[in-house]
């Protein structure tokens, strides 16, 4: 099994920015992809940006490209969902998830652990 806890989310003023942390712990795989999501109110979960643990090659949402940086760190086993220029509309819950497919996944049925979800509100 494979923990995730997220940290790093709360309150910002549009144009502000948040770092979300995701802490991995328990089993360990040679390569893997973590993955972010988010879910807004009455809304589905959709996909944020993605990092290959190995390599580091990244992915991202059109509505986020630009301003969200996704990295990682190898030595804490931690990744990271630095969220700078934030709008309104992407107040919503964020998670962060694993899956040791490596392949390029978008939606969330591709990944197998999940953390608990941390709030970011942006207000206007």
């Known amino acids: 099994q494979v923990q995730l806890v997220e940290s790093g989310g709360g309150l910002v003023q549009a144009g502000g920015s948040l770092r979300l942390s995701c802490a991995a712990s328990?089993?360990?795989?040679?390569?893997?992809?973590m993955g972010w999501f988010r879910q807004a109110p009455g809304k589905e979960r959709e996909f944020v940006a993605t990092?290959?643990?190995?390599?580091?090659?990244?992915y991202y949402a059109d509505s986020v490209k630009g301003r969200f940086t996704i990295s990682r760190d190898n030595a804490k086993n931690t990744g990271y969902l630095q969220m700078n220029s934030l709008k309104p509309e992407d107040t919503a819950v964020y998670y962060c998830?694993?899956?040791?497919?490596?392949?390029?996944?978008?939606?969330?049925?591709?990944?197998?652990?999940w953390g608990q979800g941390t709030q970011v509100t942006v207000s206007s």
């Open positions: 998830a694993a899956t040791p497919n490596a392949i390029l996944r978008l939606t969330p049925s591709g990944y197998n652990y």
């Open positions: 328990g089993r360990t795989f040679s390569d893997y992809r």
């Open positions: 990092i290959r643990w190995r390599g580091g090659d990244t």
